[in-house]
């Protein structure tokens, strides 16, 4: 429906004098500067930006009242009369065809660019395209396909043709209608309806068959003028391969000369254009004049016939054995062609002494009922003579091989296919109006009633000529391709009124014509790809000379072109250009059905009389033709066209044009994520979508990147994995950087080989962006299923305890979303993508069933090249009321059903006392504990702490000394006199660190007494002097310690004792990770416990699965 702008002046409130001195300023700060020279190297900028001028004016000050709301915008966001000025200033570029022509002044250094004049439907698209339809297949083979295929089969070749073309031109109306389409025409619609691994791949083909197609009617034009203009011009008469070798020499030479005319100036052929054309349409009216001349009077040709074989009439005037003579009878010239001499006696081939010679009219007429004879196909292998059904004829025995040549026969092997093939070429060209879009004056509105008229009339026009040669002309001359029966006139020629010449003449100059616009347009196609630099190795070719014309693209072209003129045959020829031709129509109707289904916001064509129906029945027609003309043609069509998808897909330069296919993967997805939303996954189709949490440093660098090369090597690019990091502070003003840290995610992704997604979200504290990521990363059925992150290796030097509670927080969010969570320890230690590890174990320790999470990761950790060779080995945990041996065979069972491979071996953990070490341990965590709990009190508040605890171990020494006195009773503790001072030397330090801390003193960390090294010595001293159980009841101090961190520390000392006995020297240690505590106020000892665990290995992996089950033994 038709859009009514009304424009309305905008009076001032306080003045209405004012208005002028407005007006003078919106017009000083949005005045266009006219320096547009450059405007062909600006096509990427034209691209990205949503209008077509997007020129940037600078910084402009707003000096009116009317709009000041908008003031500060008016830099980014311009007023409508601004835009509208710099639509209507918009020229586009002279594209294809235009020639940019110079003239200079007196000084020699000015160069003006000739204006052309803008031009309607008629002269810019209906003419153009008549011109590139019409050619050289309508005058030299169109008569020949008929006589073979019959008027039936010649109908049916032409209606799919010409059915193919005209819906393919419906497709490309509405493309080139939804918007304005610079250089490049057909190739910028596929392009950037497709995106550029389609528009590249069709490009070329298009290119290449544009390319071919100079060939052919180049090699049109050697044909009519050694066959019919200049026969004597021939090297060698009578062999085959001597005629291809005159055909390569003559088109060699005008290959040549037309590339000369094309290199000094396109307006010489832009010039010559009518005058083709004209050629063109007189010979179509001298070819309907003559039809119409056969109702009145036949034209004077005959053919003769030797029984009902057609004879070549080149070399004979008279039809006869023998003729008269001065009343004397004497044999005719026929006689010495089939006998060995001129005499009557002399000895003649077998077949010419049993049939006698017939002279029948070559063209009968309309009312003669021919057609009749020529509804039907006469195909047949190269070779066979043609001969007319309905004539008698006395079979011979022999026949010699010399006599055959005198007979008319066919040059190649016949069939529908190739028919189909030869034909094509004759109905391409339909482009040729999308191709001068930048000349036309409505282009919009002349594209697609020029095209699909053009169409529509050339249609009519091989139709009626189809039926009218099939109703006029004897068969034997249909099936004669160079007319060698009627005296070596073209078939056509013979038909036409006044003279065979009209048509000679006009088919050599549509030729001649037609071979010059192939060789202009096609370097130009090459050099709109080339400048485009979506293929690396065109980019010479996107360079020319001072005037734009495309000189190393003509280059190009030439040479591929003489390939073509090398193959020496029309009939070879065509089969090739129409494989790119039809490829080139089977995307256009492609990008047409995608654009309509997808129904983006931008598809809106002016030209409304399309259907995605429609492009598709044309996407299916073409790719019929395709495999009907050739099949093993079309095979190599596609792969070429593959072959450059596949090189500009990794190799090209990356382009984001808006295109169809980019939309059809946003629908596709969409559809997919949809349905997944419809039912969980089952256990067969889990796979680890990871969410990776990574760290960035002060540079905003990944701080971890193994993190993501042990990411690649656990999803082996499969499945979903989002990178993500979180910034402290607000988007405001943290925004930047944000941006700043996703560019370097996604870049330390590219180095790892990390395939997913990265994300750097801004919040105002790093614990509630984890909450954020784990709670809403992902979209859909497309979510996150497992968290990975490094262990934080310095929670016990930091100043707060907040690594260590956003750590706990994490594990905890995990456990409550359902989602599995993978902890890396020593992250730095783990092998890069580019290792091998040649040798070493995947040691699986199984404590808890997780849902058979630990299992299933070093299978797919064994799937990548770097764990390849590493064997899996499967521990688990037996108590004392457990039978170990059955418990291994039942596992290997499972792994069996599992179809894992992997050494079982099942670690028998007895019950025994809670050692010294392990009381002392417990001690160490908790008096630590209770003194970063005053790290965050008050001076005050601190000493009081403080000396509450030293009290309390002063108090248990008093104990133990007046303990000493008399006999011990039975539950009173004992303690050595060293450990006891070990004890005070520890509380005493601790509270000398503290309240140096207090007086202004601040230490980087919290040293303690109690080493490593003294705990190893105290725990071997207690083993070998006394007993375990003894120990129990000697140390007062450790009545105070809760006995659930005693036996949570116990276990994780055994079973840390058992892990480093056994796997301490394996590449890989996964563990079930226990659980934070219920209660939070045990979160300081959570990370001791895990530390004491993982201690004495390098590289660790604990794994806390999601609740579900992730493996199956069920197929």
């Not at 006044?498 to 030729?511: A, E, L, Q």
């Not at 504290?765 to 979510?783: E, P, V, W």
Request: hydrophobic share 40%; glycine share 8%; proline share 4%.
């Amino acid at each position: 429906m038709p859009i009514n702008f009304t424009v309305v002046p905008v009076e001032d409130a306080v003045a209405g004098s004012n208005n002028a001195g407005a007006a003078v300023s919106l017009d000083k700060i949005f005045r266009e500067e006219d320096n547009e020279d450059n405007l062909q190297g600006e096509d990427n900028q034209r691209e990205s930006s949503p209008f077509i001028s997007s020129d940037t004016d600078g910084e402009t000050y707003y000096e009116g009242k009317n709009m000041a709301l908008f003031e500060e915008e008016m830099d980014s966001n311009p007023m409508v009369s601004s835009l509208l000025s710099k639509l209507a200033i918009y020229t586009n570029l002279t594209q294809g065809v235009r020639e940019h022509e110079e003239a200079e002044n007196e000084d020699g250094v000015r160069r003006v660019t000739v204006v052309v004049p803008q031009m309607g439907t008629f002269i810019g698209v209906y003419l153009p395209c008549m011109q590139n339809i019409l050619g050289v297949i309508l005058f030299l083979r169109l008569t020949w396909i008929v006589g073979t295929a019959g008027i039936l089969g010649s109908f049916a070749i032409v209606s799919m043709c010409c059915i193919c073309t005209l819906l393919t031109a419906i497709s490309m109306s509405a493309i080139a209608t939804n918007g304005v389409v610079p250089a490049g025409g057909s190739y910028y619609m596929i392009s950037r309806s497709l995106g550029p691994e389609f528009g590249g791949a069709v490009g070329l083909c298009f290119y290449l068959g544009t390319t071919f197609a100079g060939s052919m009617y180049i090699l049109g034009t050697i044909e009519i003028l050694l066959t019919y203009i200049v026969p004597t011009a021939v090297f060698k008469e009578g062999e085959d391969a001597a005629m291809l070798n005159n055909m390569r020499v003559y088109g060699t030479g005008c290959l040549v000369l037309m590339a000369l005319v094309v290199f000094v100036g396109v307006k010489y052929v832009n010039k010559l254009a009518l005058v083709f054309l004209a050629c063109v349409i007189l010979s179509i009216m001298a070819t309907y004049a003559g039809v119409i001349k056969t109702l009145i009077e036949p034209p004077d040709f005959s053919v003769c016939l030797l029984g009902n074989r057609s004879l070549k009439n080149e070399k004979f005037e008279t039809c006869a054995k023998t003729e008269l003579v001065k009343n004397k009878t004497v044999t005719s010239k026929l006689w010495p062609l089939f006998c060995d001499s001129e005499y009557p006696n002399a000895t003649c081939d077998e077949y010419f002494m049993l049939n006698n010679l017939t002279e029948i009219q070559a063209i009968p007429g309309l009312l003669s009922g021919v057609i009749k004879d020529n509804l039907w196909g006469n195909y047949g292998p190269a070779g066979m003579l043609i001969e007319k059904k309905t004539q008698p004829s006395v079979p011979a025995l022999e026949t010699s091989n010399d006599i055959t040549k005198y007979y008319v026969f066919n040059d190649i092997s016949t069939y529908f296919t190739l028919l189909v093939g030869i034909y094509f070429p004759s109905v391409t060209g339909i482009m040729a109006g999308s191709n001068r879009s930048g000349d036309l004056r409505d282009a919009q509105r002349s594209i697609p009633i020029g095209t699909i008229m053009a169409i529509l009339t050339t249609s009519f026009i091989y139709i009626s000529c189809v039926v009218l040669f099939g109703a006029c002309i004897e068969g034997v001359v249909l099936r004669d391709k160079f007319g060698y029966s009627v005296k070596k006139n073209p078939v056509i020629g013979i038909l036409a009124w006044p003279s065979p010449w009209v048509i000679v003449i006009g088919s050599f100059f549509s030729c001649c014509g037609a071979g010059l616009q192939s060789l202009t347009g096609a370097p130009r196609l090459l050099q709109a790809i080339a400048r485009d630099g979506i293929i690396p190795f065109l980019q010479v070719f996107g360079h020319g000379k001072a005037n734009g014309e495309p000189t190393w693209a003509l280059l190009l072209t030439v040479g591929i072109c003489e390939i073509g003129i090398l193959i020496a045959s029309l009939d070879a020829v065509a089969p090739i250009l129409s494989m790119f031709f039809l490829m080139c129509y089977l995307f256009v109707n492609l990008a047409c059905a995608v654009q309509t289904l997808l129904r983006t916001p931008n598809w809106r064509p002016r030209f409304k009389f399309y259907h995605w129906t429609l492009s598709f029945l044309g996407m299916s027609l073409c790719l019929s033709l395709m495999f009907i003309s050739s099949w093993y043609y079309a095979l190599v069509a596609m792969v070429i066209a593959g072959c450059i998808y596949k090189y500009i897909e990794y190799r090209g330069a990356v382009k984001e044009w808006g295109d169809g296919i980019r939309g059809l993967s946003l629908n596709a997805a969409r559809y997919a994520l949809i349905r997944l939303e419809e039912a969980p996954p089952h256990t067969k189709n889990w796979r680890p979508q990871l969410l990776v949490l990574c760290k960035m440093d002060s540079d905003m660098a990944v701080k971890h990147p193994r993190l993501l090369s042990f990411t690649t090597q656990l999803k082996a690019g499969k499945g979903l994995t989002i990178v993500c990091s979180v910034l402290e502070g607000t988007y405001m003003t943290q925004g930047n950087q944000a941006k700043l840290g996703e560019q370097n995610l996604k870049a330390a992704m590219v180095a790892e080989r990390t395939k997913g997604f990265s994300h750097v979200v801004v919040s105002s504290n790093l614990r509630d962006g984890f909450s954020l990521l784990i709670q809403s990363a992902g979209l859909g059925g497309m979510k996150h299923n497992a968290v990975l992150m490094a262990w934080p290796v310095g929670w016990k030097q930091a100043r707060d305890s907040s690594a260590r509670r956003n750590f706990i927080e994490t594990v905890r969010e995990t456990t409550a979303a359902h989602q599995a969570l993978l902890v890396a320890k020593n992250i730095d230690h783990f092998p890069s993508n580019q290792e091998r590890l040649k040798q070493g174990t995947i040691d699986v320790w199984w404590i808890v069933h997780d849902g058979g999470l630990l299992m299933l990761l070093p299978f797919l950790l064994s799937q990548h090249k770097v764990w390849r060779k590493c064997k899996m080995r499967i521990f688990t945990v037996a108590q004392m009321d457990d039978n170990s041996i059955q418990m291994k065979k039942d596992l290997q069972m499972f792994l069996y059903h599992l179809r894992l491979d992997a050494v079982v071996e099942v670690v028998e953990m007895h019950e025994s006392d809670i050692s010294a070490f392990t009381y002392e341990k417990t001690l160490v965590m908790e008096q630590r504990s209770q003194m970063l709990k005053q790290m965050q009190l008050s001076r005050t508040e601190r000493e009081r702490e403080i000396q509450s605890i030293t009290d309390v171990s002063r108090g248990s020494i008093k104990r133990k000394t007046s303990s000493r006195v008399g006999d011990p009773p039975l539950n009173t503790l004992c303690i050595p006199e060293d450990e006891a001072q070990l004890i005070h030397d520890r509380n005493t330090a601790s509270h000398s660190a503290i309240t140096d801390k207090a007086a202004g003193a601040t230490p980087d960390r919290v040293h303690m007494t109690w080493t490593k090294d003294k705990l190893v010595n105290e725990r071997n001293r207690q083993r070998e002097n006394m007993a375990v159980k003894d120990l129990f009841n000697m140390k007062p101090e450790w009545e105070h310690l809760n006995q659930s961190n005693v036996r949570r520390m116990h276990t994780a000392v055994k079973l840390n004792e058992a892990v480093v006995k056994k796997s301490q020297n394996s590449q890989l240690v996964l563990l079930n990770m226990p659980g934070p505590p219920k209660n939070m106020k045990g979160d300081e000892n959570y990370m001791e416990f895990l530390e004491v665990l993982m201690e004495g290995l390098d590289r660790v992996l604990l794994v806390r699965g999601g609740g579900s089950e992730v493996i199956t033994i069920y197929s």
